[in-house]
C-alpha cells in the first residue's frame, strides 16, 4: 500500500505497509493509522513520521480499523477486535471488545469513543 499526501511539492507516495488489502484512517490530530495482511499497525504521528508506532497484537491479517480521540479499534481474520489507548507508546493494549465465530471485516467508534461497534461473516 502506498499512501500520499499533497502537503506541498516534495509529498511523494512512500510504501506503509505490505502486499495486499490495507485499511487507512486518520483522526482530527493528524495521525494517520495503516493496518492489513502483516498484522501490524502503524500509528504515524503525521505524513512525515519515519518511525510509527507498531502494534503488533493482532495475531491475523487485520481487515478493518477505526480511529477516534485516542482510542484504536482493530478487527480482522483472528476473529477479536480489539481496542487499543494511542496515548500510551508502549503496551497500547487495552482490551478485547469483542471475540466473533469468523473473520470480522468491519469496526467503527462513535465520536467519543465509548461505543464500538464490529461487524463480521456470522
Not at 36 to 65: M, S, Y
Request: charged share 25%.
Amino acid at each position: 500500500m502506498m499512501a500520499s499526501a499533497k502537503t506541498d511539492a516534495s509529498s511523494k507516495p512512500r510504501q506503509v505497509q505490505g502486499e495486499g488489502s490495507t485499511s487507512i484512517g486518520y483522526d482530527t490530530k493528524g495521525r494517520i493509522v495503516t493496518a492489513g495482511e502483516t498484522n501490524i499497525v502503524n500509528v504515524f504521528k503525521d505524513f512525515n513520521d519515519d518511525d510509527p508506532l507498531a502494534i503488533d497484537d493482532n495475531k491475523e491479517r487485520i481487515n478493518a480499523i477505526a480511529i477516534q480521540s485516542d482510542k484504536l479499534a482493530t478487527a480482522g481474520d483472528d476473529h477479536i477486535v480489539r481496542t487499543f489507548d494511542l496515548t500510551k507508546s508502549s503496551e497500547a493494549f487495552e482490551s478485547q471488545v469483542a471475540q466473533f465465530k469468523t473473520p470480522v471485516h468491519a469496526v467503527a467508534l462513535n465520536n467519543t469513543a465509548t461505543v464500538c461497534a464490529a461487524a463480521g461473516e456470522d
